[in-house]
């Protein structure tokens, strides 16, 4: 069985999200731990987080992913943007223990000049100051598009990150497919040397979760537009392979398409439909 879930509004809290997961055919879901830009988080409601961890045991949920907000860079250049993505990080950490045992996905960074070696020593030393052995979340790292000065498009840089963190079991990577296809792994004529050179660099092992999109551009264009599953340069036919293939077919997928609510529900039932 798919464990496919989208990228939900966190406005109405977690047992609204999980209610709307099943209704578009889910069994998982994405959330924003905060305005996407920012800011300060609403307060957890302790019996709402128990509402949904009690509807996820009872509809076999798999594991649900919060996401960081975008400002988030813990590779920026000005100490007060870094000092930022610290408070925020370790707030939103704090937060998923009212869930505990699910993941939290971040974009590693944008360096802005200082260099891909100094962006990866910075992100590792924020999660150095973060991370703790009690808690029970783990924390993602996506694979990026490469636009800018983003850390983290190829493979070994993620790699670098994950070997300079102490507490390793704590960390994994969600690949995103339409980063990846930006990135220039070609994910539609070789999905297998793709998910090798995957292997042979971080470990399969870290791969956690799938953020499933389509590209509204090519390979190795380095932009980061998504476009609805089926419509971009990845298409139907390798959302196929992707979502049979061996590794990646029990991992939790989440769609970050171009949709509202009926929408995701369609992409839903496509991606089911394609299940063999
Ligand atoms: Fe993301
Ligand atoms: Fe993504
Ligand atoms: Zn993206």
Same mark, same amino acid.
């Given at each position: 069985? #798919?464990?496919?879930? *989208? ?7 977690? #047992? ?10 889910? =069994? ?6 905060? =305005? ?7 307060? &957890? ?12 045991? %009872? =509809? ?12 988030? $860079? ?11 993505? /610290? ?16 993941? /939290? ?8 000049? @200082? ?19 009690? @808690?029970?979340?783990? !924390? ?24 300079? !963190? ?11 497919? *339409?980063? !990846? $296809? ?6 539609? =004529?070789? #999905? ?9 660099? &971080? ?14 551009? +090519? ?11 089926? %419509? ?13 293939? +061996? ?27 394609? *299940?063999?």
């Amino acid at each position: 069985m #798919l464990n496919i879930g *989208c990228h939900l509004s966190a406005s109405k809290g977690f #047992l609204n999200m999980g209610k709307t997961a099943i209704e578009l055919g889910g =069994n998982t879901f994405q959330f924003f731990t905060r =305005n996407p830009r920012g800011g300060s988080a609403k307060d &957890i409601d302790p019996e709402d987080a128990k509402a949904l961890i009690s509807l996820m045991q %009872e =509809n076999s949920f798999a594991k649900i992913l919060a996401h960081a907000p975008y400002t988030l $860079n813990a590779c920026a250049k000005v100490p007060s943007i870094r000092e930022f993505a /610290y408070n925020t990080m370790l707030d939103d950490l704090k937060r998923m223990e009212y869930v505990p045992g699910n993941m /939290y996905n971040f974009h590693p960074g944008s360096h802005v000049g @200082q260099g891909v070696e100094t962006g990866i020593e910075l992100i590792s030393d924020l999660l150095n100051s973060i991370l703790s052995e009690s @808690q029970t979340t783990t !924390v993602l790292l996506e694979t990026m598009a490469g636009k800018g000065s983003e850390v983290g498009s190829r493979f070994e840089e993620l790699r670098e990150i994950i070997d300079r !963190v102490e507490l390793k079991d704590k960390m994994g990577v969600c690949l995103d497919t *339409c980063h !990846v $296809n930006d990135a220039g792994y070609d994910i539609v =004529n070789d #999905l297998d040397g793709v998910l090798t050179e995957f292997d042979n660099v &971080i470990g399969l092992d870290r791969l956690k979760a799938l953020h499933l999109n389509d590209s509204k551009n +090519p390979l190795g264009a380095h932009k980061d537009r998504h476009e609805k599953i089926g %419509e971009g340069y990845i298409g139907t036919d390798a959302f196929e392979r992707i979502v049979n293939h +061996p590794v990646l077919k029990d991992l939790p997928m989440f769609l970050e398409t171009p949709n509202e609510l009926p929408g995701y529900a369609e992409e839903i039932k496509l991606l089911k439909s394609l *299940c063999k």
